[in-house]
């Protein structure tokens, strides 16, 4: 079980916002990755805990930052509850769905997620839709999104050999690009994104698990 910690980056004038400290790995329902994200002054911001079904479909999600929540998963499309963190019994919460494949965010294991979903060989390309939540207050917002996968290049590590995609990922309303790098279940570097530390190599990502 891959643990580690990525720096978040602003990715116009990368200023340091903080960081998240991840674990993630197969499970019996497909993947599970678990983390929590804090400031530069290490300030708890969040917690992401997201679990995967053998498709690699969003089968649970839940959100916590700017003292809101967020559940849901697949259903139909993608549904979800957003509720005031200080309202436990949900007086005021507000459910969402949308036709979109699935959820994404800020934490990386998102981009994880998306790569598998999508499941593309090298030079495909695919268009996917996604319903993001915006921190601090976790507001919903419908975005698509291009992915194409560049390229897969291998490297020789102490723990043997290392495959590692290449994809580049578009917003398709604003056009702001950026290129991803992954290894199995883990983002080596994004947009904003930094792997800083890593205790243990990522998971191959087996095909019952999505690719």
Do not use: I
């Amino acid at each position: 079980m891959p643990n580690g910690r990525y720096s978040l980056h602003d990715t116009h004038d990368h200023v340091l916002l903080g960081e998240e400290r991840f674990s993630c790995a197969p499970g019996p329902a497909g993947w599970r990755y678990v983390s929590k994200t804090y400031g530069p002054d290490g300030t708890v911001l969040g917690t992401t805990d997201l679990t995967l079904d053998s498709r690699s479909r969003p089968l649970r999600l839940e959100l916590r930052a700017g003292g809101w929540q967020v559940r849901g998963g697949a259903v139909d499309g993608v549904t979800w509850v957003r509720a005031d963190a200080a309202d436990p019994a949900g007086e005021q919460a507000a459910e969402g769905h949308d036709r979109a494949h699935a959820f994404t965010g800020r934490s990386p294991g998102f981009l994880v997620a998306t790569a598998r979903l999508l499941r593309l060989t090298v030079g495909a390309s695919s268009r996917v839709r996604l319903v993001s939540f915006t921190e601090p207050v976790l507001a919903p917002r419908t975005l698509d999104q291009g992915w194409l996968l560049e390229a897969v290049d291998t490297h020789e590590t102490d723990s043997g050999p290392l495959r590692v995609e290449r994809y580049q990922v578009a917003d398709l309303e604003t056009g702001e690009q950026q290129v991803v790098h992954l290894a199995g279940d883990v983002v080596l570097a994004a947009g904003g994104v930094e792997l800083e530390e890593l205790e243990s190599p990522p998971n191959p990502w087996p095909t019952e698990y999505g690719g």
